[in-house]
């Protein structure tokens, strides 16, 4: 049998060391050997000896959390021995490890799987007010381990240095360490009065020393709820 399809760069990819790598750069594989977090439902294929554990919100804590804040990610635990394929929506996956004193503030709808030696934890976005309809919770990482996150599109990596303003339905993660805050890009004036807006109403302000991952998509955001369809800035832990 002959085809294209068949060709070296859509083989699975092997290797002897265990933990997650990329197939391509829409799908994650991780050789499991052990036991790995990952996104309820985002498993396409496995092979070996694998058991896959409902967490729901991912402990009693996380899931009061949730809750109350309507954020979080849903999760289930891998474990045994084999090779397994996640993927979301053909979304793009990329990887980034964290050591130990990183912190990484994630949009919940982001993650796609993790090792489960990280810790994470559901927190407020700092200076978001009541005024944001992306949600005001977002999923801390922390630890030493390896993550994977998706984004809808290529994304712009920005390095802040000077004053950084964001769409929140576009911000992906960023560094704990920033400090955020709102900032509202339309002035209000007569072509507001009369109806006319820019679709900006406001924007995430972000200061201090780390970078913001902007993926070129914005999430819908649900009305009435404060949050994003299966996102907003931490859709992550669902019951």
């Not at 750069?25 to 050997?33: D, P, Q, R, W």
């Not at 996380?62 to 289930?76: D, H, N, R, S």
Request: with cysteine; net charge negative.
């Amino acid at each position: 049998m002959r085809s294209a399809l068949f060709s070296a760069e859509n083989l699975e990819k092997e290797s002897a060391q265990p933990g997650m790598r990329l197939q391509n750069s829409k799908m994650l594989k991780i050789e499991l050997n052990g036991e790995c977090m990952a996104r309820t439902g985002a498993m396409v294929a496995y092979q070996g000896q694998v058991q896959f554990q409902a967490l729901g919100s991912g402990g009693i804590g996380k899931f009061l959390k949730q809750k109350l804040t309507g954020e979080g990610v849903p999760l289930m635990k891998l474990t045994g021995r084999g090779d397994v394929f996640l993927a979301d929506s053909a979304a793009e996956v990329h990887l980034i490890d964290l050591e130990h004193g990183d912190a990484l503030s994630i949009n919940g709808s982001s993650v796609l799987a993790f090792d489960s030696s990280l810790q994470y934890d559901i927190k407020m976005v700092q200076g978001m007010g009541m005024l944001s309809a992306a949600g005001l919770f977002n999923c801390v990482f922390s630890g030493q381990g390896r993550i994977a996150i998706t984004t809808k599109g290529y994304p712009v990596v920005l390095n802040v240095d000077q004053p950084t303003f964001v769409d929140p339905q576009a911000a992906v993660c960023w560094s704990a360490s920033l400090q955020t805050g709102y900032h509202r890009a339309e002035q209000l004036g007569l072509g507001t009065l009369l109806g006319r807006r820019t679709g900006e109403a406001f924007t995430m302000s972000f200061a201090g020393q780390g970078f913001v991952v902007v993926q070129p998509s914005e999430e819908p955001p649900v009305q009435g709820s404060g949050q994003q369809q299966s996102g907003g800035l931490g859709g992550l832990l669902g019951s």
